[in-house]
């Protein structure tokens, strides 16, 4: 890893489509956008790639048959409708040319309510299933983002073992606590070959700056982090209250570059815009060092 040049990884998709006017009802979220609306996820995955990202994750938190079924589609419906929104998102992805595709997965239900965790049996379905198809659309880098339970974790570690590369990104609820209450040693003591960076997203800056040293300090891997912009978490619809302005943004960042991350961005409630801030302040600093 080039340590004064890390990777950019997308800005939020969920608020950004809002922003566009699509509606995003839930229990699918974004999923449908895939296929209702391509146009606007290829557009905003473009947007991100002009502005600087190096990653690009698929437009796919909510493309299960789990979240389908919560829809109340049958059984084979929800999961023909699943895989198919997750390949369009797949092909979308791939078609702005990213230097690296993401396949995204999260928590099987809310991730900002953790106890929602439905059990062993339904996450091994749902994290197998989708694995499968990711291997299936050619995907071989798979970022496991805003996981906030420990038993959720370790299920869907497992379910990646045929993907070359993971990525594991938490949402905590302080310097010691993953949002679900368990301890984040627990996790610092994953001994996983194939992940490969750890990260933190869909936290506060605030909340990010305060556990950032502890989080460095803890672990071997490579680490990562992309905050949201709220001064509160997005409500469980993904709508945002008010969030931090540019030069807060701007500052924190360059902080977080200080410390060297090997992945940087921003999550829920950012845009473009914010990831051409990164890659400016990272130019600057690569211009500082020569």
């Known amino acids: 890893m080039n340590i ?3 990777l950019i990884i997308n800005g939020a998709m969920g608020t950004q489509l ?3 006017g699509v509606k995003l009802p839930l229990p699918l979220w974004s999923a449908q956008a895939n296929v209702e609306e391509p146009q ?3 557009s905003i995955h473009k947007d991100y790639v002009e502005a600087g990202a190096d990653i690009i994750t698929t437009n796919t938190f909510r493309t299960t048959t789990w979240s389908y079924r919560r ?3 049958s ?4 999961c023909r409708k699943a895989k198919d929104s997750l390949m369009k998102a797949i092909d979308l992805a791939r078609s702005v040319n990213p230097k690296i595709l993401a396949g995204s997965i999260t928590s099987i ?3 900002y309510e953790p106890d929602e965790y ?5 996450a091994e379905d749902s994290y197998g299933e989708t694995i499968e198809w990711f291997i299936e659309g050619g995907v071989d880098t798979v970022l496991l983002e805003t996981m906030g339970h420990l038993n959720e974790i370790n299920i869907a570690l497992e379910a990646t073992k045929n993907i070359p590369t993971v990525w594991l990104s938490l949402i905590i609820n302080d310097r010691d606590h993953l949002l679900s209450g368990h301890q984040l040693s627990e996790i610092y003591a994953l001994k996983i070959e194939r992940l490969t960076c750890l990260m933190l997203n869909c936290n506060t800056v605030r909340l990010t700056s305060e556990a950032l040293d502890s989080f460095i300090d803890n672990k071997i891997l490579d680490w990562g982090i992309y905050p949201n912009l709220g001064l509160t978490q997005p409500e469980i619809d993904g709508e945002m209250g008010e969030i931090i302005d540019d030069e807060t943004f701007k500052n924190s960042m360059f902080k977080y570059l200080e410390k060297t991350p090997y992945i940087i961005g921003a999550c829920c409630g950012s845009t473009p815009n ?3 801030i990164i890659k400016d302040l990272i130019i600057k600093k690569i211009n500082l060092l020569d």
Do not use: F, Q
């Open 18 to 20: 809002i922003s566009h």
């Open 4 to 6: 004064d040049s890390p």
């Open 40 to 42: 606007i996820v290829r």
């Open 109 to 111: 239900n809310d991730c």
């Open 71 to 73: 829809a109340e589609y």
């Open 75 to 78: 059984p084979k419906r929800a």
């Open 274 to 276: 914010h990831i051409r």
């Open 118 to 122: 439905p059990g062993k049996s339904i």
